[in-house]
């Protein structure tokens, strides 16, 4: 049974940083497609960054430059390292796994809020 539980979230103060986790447990996240979504008030669930399989990492255009997304096999755990945090990052993001691609398995949730 895949278990995915994120970390992490809170409030923030504008152009602030934050790291969120993902522990897993059931997948290993040093060889699977790992990523993180979010979903802000009255929008869809957006995809924010990804690793892939082997490594390689893709982002959503509005978070380019200032977040990052890496993975530690030792603690199986997935990492979303927020800087420069903006008004319209507040959401609640979501971890997501699956062997190959994204989405077959998610967590519940951590809430970020940016605040002026």
């Known amino acids: 049974q895949v278990q995915l539980v994120e970390s992490g979230g809170g409030l923030v103060q504008l152009g602030g940083s934050l790291r969120l986790s993902c522990a897993a447990s059931g997948i290993i996240v040093g060889i699977a497609a790992m990523g993180w979504y979010r979903q802000a008030p009255g929008k869809e669930r957006e995809l924010v960054a990804t690793?892939?399989?082997?490594?390689?990492?893709a982002y959503t255009d509005s978070v380019k430059g200032r977040f990052t997304i890496s993975r530690d096999s030792a603690k199986n755990t997935v990492y979303l390292q927020m800087n420069s945090l903006k008004l319209e990052d507040t959401a609640i993001y979501y971890c997501?796994?699956?062997?190959?691609?994204?989405?077959?398995?998610w967590g519940q949730g951590t809430h970020v809020t940016v605040s002026s």
């Open positions: 997501t796994g699956g062997k190959a691609i994204v989405g077959a398995y």
């Open positions: 690793i892939g399989t082997t490594g390689g990492t």
